[in-house]
């Protein structure tokens, strides 16, 4: 099971650094990503992140976020600068693409404007 944390109310240009813990080992071959989900819109993919640290990002967040990992604690980071009213969301992460494991309760980040 994976548990996102980190999130809260920011303001605009603001930073947070959201953390994604699993319960039991992410095998490292996994590729992981972190996606969210803002109020009446769809699930989005925000960022993923290979086993060997190559990493790809929404064009929304480019420049912005930076995803990383430590395969040693299983634990997934998402590093976001410069926030926006419009990053307001629920942030999970899952393995990408397949998206296999269950979806956590996610971790709500608010941005005032």
């Known amino acids: 099971q994976l548990q996102a944390s980190g999130g809260g109310l920011v303001q605009a240009g603001g930073s947070l650094r959201l953390s994604c813990a699993a319960s039991?080992?992410?095998?490292?071959?996994?590729?992981m990503g972190w996606y969210r989900q803002a109020p009446g819109k769809q699930r989005e993919l925000v960022a993923h992140?290979?086993?060997?640290?190559?990493?790809n990002y929404a064009d929304s967040v480019k420049g912005r976020f930076t995803i990383s990992r430590d395969n040693a604690k299983n634990t997934v980071y998402l590093q976001m600068n410069s926030l926006k009213p419009e990053d307001t969301a629920v942030y999970y992460c899952?393995?990408?693409?397949?998206?296999?494991?269950?979806w956590g309760q996610g971790t709500l980040v608010t941005v005032s404007s």
């Open positions: 899952n393995e990408f693409p397949t998206t296999r494991f269950a």
């Open positions: 039991g080992r992410i095998p490292s071959i996994y590729v």
């Open positions: 992140i290979t086993s060997g640290g190559i990493t």
